[in-house]
């Protein structure tokens, strides 16, 4: 069934929940929010885009193999815990910088948001990996 409303809605929405799930991972770590559940908000957003087209057009619009998705998610996160080696810190030891922006006071930088981006990346992945072979069945 085509519905010209939902494919109206989904274009608007796809780019919200998408910024959403950006601010839900940065947010993270600190307060609620992190790498999971903005990974669960991205996925959710293409599976919505896959109810309002079809699984192909999801492809398309994602430009990205959903395996390629969890391989690069599960190398960042693991690379993240690399940092604190380096540094001669336990493995998934947090190493934090600091960067000073403009319009922000400080803006504190460390390997736990990297890791959080790793998990963004591979809940992702996996997410739309079950979706899409779901709707291509």
Partial sequence: MISLILRTATN?????????SIFLLLR?????????????MAAGAFALYTIAYDAAST??????????LIASGLAVAAGSGLFSLFRGAPFMTGAW??????????????????????VYLTVVGVTLMIILSLAEE
């Fill in 97 to 118: 910088g600091h960067l000073s922006l403009p319009y922000f006071d400080r803006l504190d930088l460390g390997t736990p948001l990297l890791f959080d981006a790793g």
């Fill in 12 to 20: 608007f929405l796809l780019t919200i929940m998408l910024q959403f």
């Fill in 59 to 68: 492809r398309r619009a994602l430009r990205v193999d959903p395996h390629t």
């Fill in 28 to 40: 993270g770590h600190n307060e609620p929010g992190g790498g999971f559940i903005a990974g669960l």
